[in-house]
């Protein structure tokens, strides 16, 4: 007799034989999923930038006024209520112009040019620096510096040729030109800061328009020191100006042009013309800052067209420094006659 319960658990056995097999899935989780939102999209990957503090808030501040400021004013703004202006006329000796510069304590001057009269550009000290680059590497064309015109700063005297060509002083050795650069005195100062950063250069004639003849006519010159006093006398933000020179990138901290007490001044002259800088700065053995020497140092030198004293070290040039005061700037043309 056969037994109920086995033949019970036999059919259980012989169904569950027959039914399909189950897979079982392992709950298994890739790392990227920790990475990815549920809705299966990448997430926007933000750069953290920490929150300004007070001196960046308050520089930011401080500029935006400098900015508006210079918007809302004129250059005829920073000119003083009285002033001396002296132009050159362009067909100047330039061995007279730098006497009558020396004489009036100035290092630039607006040209005219009266055959056109028209203004011509502005007369600094890097431009006789440069003539006396020439002079210095063409030895040969020294005797011609006498006969030196302001308008002739473009012309080469090719003396060995034993004729005249007319090439670019400047270009022959690898300096920028005169200055052309110039202002309405109406436009903003804003404007002006704008085009003496663009041309490097470290002041702008100030031109106008005659109302009669329609010609030009040249006002004043504005220098980047009296923009900075007109600045900081009339916008009390300035105090807020607070950030290190360095955390602001301005100046030069690589490749600087230095010298010592004895090197000769016409190395430091060639300094001046291959880097367009206007000083350089003077160190000890140590390599401390004792002093700088200037562009308009090497004024004072060649005063009486001696160019014998640029052998001198620098150290005996700075010695020979003139303590006259600077008079205060009347118009004054100088011309030929």
């Known amino acids: 007799m056969s037994d109920p319960n086995l033949s019970h658990d036999s059919n259980r056995q012989q169904a569950a034989s027959h039914a399909p097999a189950r897979h079982h899935v ?25 929150p300004p503090n007070s001196v960046d808030r308050e520089q930011a501040e401080a500029l935006r006024a400098i900015r508006a400021f210079l918007k809302i004013r004129t250059s005829y703004d920073v000119l003083p209520l009285s002033f001396r202006l002296i132009v050159f006329d362009t067909a100047l000796l330039v061995k007279k112009s730098l006497n009558i510069l020396i004489q009036n304590a100035i290092y630039s001057a607006p040209l005219w040019d009266s055959k056109t009269s028209t203004f011509a550009g502005l007369l600094t000290v890097l431009d006789y620096i440069n003539v006396i680059q020439y002079y210095w590497s063409n030895p040969d064309a020294l005797a011609q510096v006498d006969q030196f015109r302001l308008n002739s700063l473009r ?14 002083v400047e270009k022959a050795i690898g300096v920028t030109p005169i200055e052309t650069i110039s202002i309405h005195p109406l436009k903003p ?10 041309s490097r250069a470290r002041r702008i004639p100030i031109i106008d328009e005659d109302d009669e003849t329609g010609r030009a006519m040249v006002v004043s010159v504005i220098t980047q020191y ?11 933000e300035t105090q807020m100006l607070r950030k290190p020179l360095k955390d602001l990138n301005m100046g030069t901290y690589k490749d600087l042009a230095t010298a010592r007490m004895v090197t000769p001044v016409i190395e430091v002259i060639h300094m001046f013309v291959q880097k367009n800088i206007s000083s350089v700065p003077i160190l000890d053995a140590d390599g401390a800052v004792i002093n700088v020497f200037e562009a308009v140092d090497v004024i004072q030198l060649i005063k009486g067209g001696v160019y ?15 303590n006259v005061l600077f008079p205060l700037p009347a118009t004054v043309y100088v011309n030929v006659h």
């Open 189 to 198: 100062l804003y404007e002006a800061c704008r085009k003496m950063v663009n």
């Open 155 to 168: 012309v080469l005297i090719n003396i060995r040729a034993r004729s005249l060509r007319v090439a670019d």
């Open 26 to 50: 392992a709950n298994f989780v890739t790392p990227s999923s920790y990475l990815r939102p549920s809705g299966g999209s990448r997430p926007t990957v933000r750069e953290h930038h920490p």
């Open 226 to 236: 009296r923009i900075l006093k007109f600045v900081a006398v009339n916008v009390p």
């Open 308 to 322: 014998d004293d640029l052998n001198m070290s620098v150290g005996e040039a700075l010695l020979k420094r003139s």
